[in-house]
């Protein structure tokens, strides 16, 4: 709802994206899927950002 607010209907973002797989399409397992895959790439992104920080000067 958020992104609808901020972005409009012209922009389909991830959560849109997930939304629209669970609510509109009733395709839970897309949207599961797409969900799982942005919460492990956001994992990924955290493990190399803090490797980043520990091994450079701040």
Known sequence: ML???IGGNRVI???TAIE???LVT???GMGSTIGVILIIA???VMLLTGEKKKG???
């Open 3 to 5: 992104t609808r607010l």
């Open 13 to 15: 973002t991830l959560g």
């Open 20 to 22: 629209q797989h669970f």
């Open 26 to 28: 009733q395709n839970w």
């Open 42 to 44: 956001m994992f990924v």
């Open 56 to 58: 450079g000067r701040s």
